[in-house]
């Protein structure tokens, strides 16, 4: 399955709503590298394994499940999240897109590419996958809700 979806971060049409930089953006989402327990309810710890240029391997640990994931980083551009599927996870891939079409209009793309179970009938799928979707979308727009903490406090509440 693959879903793509864009959340506006820097909206000029809404006075109420801070303007973040670029920097400010990419900050928040190195935290979710490195802090990832801030963004990912259910994780309970995360450990770096090793660190180089621009690749981080990580071991996240939600209860009993180990998930061993890759992040690879282009500074200031995208991050992107893999892990392979093992017998408590189906593994995947998330791409976070740092997207700029004019000067302070930022956005993030959000792009997932996961498998689903097998065997499933294809009314199930459509609806097994629209749970996804929507639990997908929720967590990136709680994402973007830590990151504006973050930019706004300096720490996530």
């Not at 199930?124 to 973007?144: H, I, L, N």
Request: net charge negative; hydrophobic share 40%; with cysteine.
């Amino acid at each position: 399955m693959r879903f793509e979806h864009l959340i506006e971060i820097n909206d000029p049409l809404n006075p109420l709503a801070e303007i973040l930089s670029r920097e400010q953006v990419w900050s928040g989402l190195m935290h979710r590298v490195d802090e990832p327990t801030l963004f990912l309810p259910g994780l309970d710890r995360c450990v770096i394994l090793s660190r180089a240029g621009g690749q981080i391997e990580r071991e996240l640990y939600f209860g009993t499940a180990r998930i061993r994931d890759t992040v690879t980083l282009q500074d200031h551009e995208w991050v992107r999240f893999e892990s392979a599927a093992n017998a408590e996870h189906a593994g995947g891939k998330l791409i976070i897109r740092l997207e700029e079409p004019e000067a302070m209009r930022l956005y993030l793309r959000f792009t997932y590419e996961t498998t689903l179970p097998e065997g499933m009938a294809p009314g199930d799928v459509m609806q097994v996958s629209g749970f996804v979707k929507a639990a997908y979308r929720e967590s990136d727009v709680d994402t973007v809700r830590i990151i504006r903490m973050i930019a706004t406090t300096g720490r996530p509440q």
